[in-house]
């Protein structure tokens, strides 16, 4: 069975006449309609549409932008399909994923997708560890300064307050006052 999936951008003005004529053309029904942006990840049209497909069904839409505006979600929603049992066929682009040739291209596209997710990684990695040659903290503040971080381990080992009640006073967590005795006590047992 082939599914049809048509969408327009909401208020652009658009029409679906031409996308339905043309999955009704290549034996398209049912086909789902749905007036949202591509890049917006909640469709529910889609998610039925892709929910109605069974094993040997086919997802067909118009053109490949009508599924999806980015690479990403492009790419998830071909292993939805897919793990569904089912292809997906692109009319305009001649994309087929139930042919060898189009499987090629699905895996293509997977694998600039891979290249671009760890080009992004490999730059963030870069740029913290700039930052940290450059000498900026990374990450959270600190919870404490190092005055009360002394001043809690201070009253500790004077035996004027619980960790809860260390927690309280300082109002942070009492694992965060534990976090600090544990670390004085390794630095005291190093020494």
């Known amino acids: 069975m082939q599914i049809g999936y048509a969408r327009v951008s909401?208020?652009?003005h658009q029409d679906l006449t031409a996308q339905l004529a043309a999955l009704s053309a290549a034996g398209c029904d049912p086909v789902f309609r749905e007036e949202a942006s591509g890049g917006q990840s909640d469709r529910p049209e889609l998610a039925l549409a892709i929910r109605?497909?069974?094993p040997g069904?086919?997802?067909?839409v118009w053109k490949l932008d009508r599924l999806s505006r980015s690479l990403r979600d492009l790419l998830f929603t071909l292993e939805a399909i897919t793990a569904a049992g089912a292809g997906f066929r692109s009319l305009t682009e001649a994309v087929d994923t139930t042919t060898a040739a189009g499987r090629l291209m699905t895996q293509t596209l997977g694998a600039f997708a891979e290249f671009e997710r760890a080009m992004i990684r490999e730059r963030t990695m870069n740029g913290l560890a700039h930052a940290r040659k450059a000498g900026r903290h990374l990450g959270?503040?600190?919870?404490l300064t190092g005055q009360q971080r002394a001043e809690i381990i201070t009253k500790a080992?004077?035996?004027q307050g619980s960790p809860s009640q260390l927690a309280s006073l300082f109002r942070v967590s009492?694992?965060?006052v534990q976090r600090v005795l544990r670390e004085h006590r390794n630095r005291s047992a190093a020494a």
């Not at 069904?57 to 067909?60: G, H, I, N, P």
């Not at 959270?140 to 919870?143: C, I, V």
């Open 10 to 12: 909401r208020g652009d």
């Open 52 to 54: 109605a497909l069974t």
């Open 57 to 60: 069904d086919v997802l067909v």
């Open 140 to 143: 959270r503040r600190p919870s």
């Open 157 to 159: 080992e004077s035996g």
């Open 174 to 176: 009492r694992s965060t």
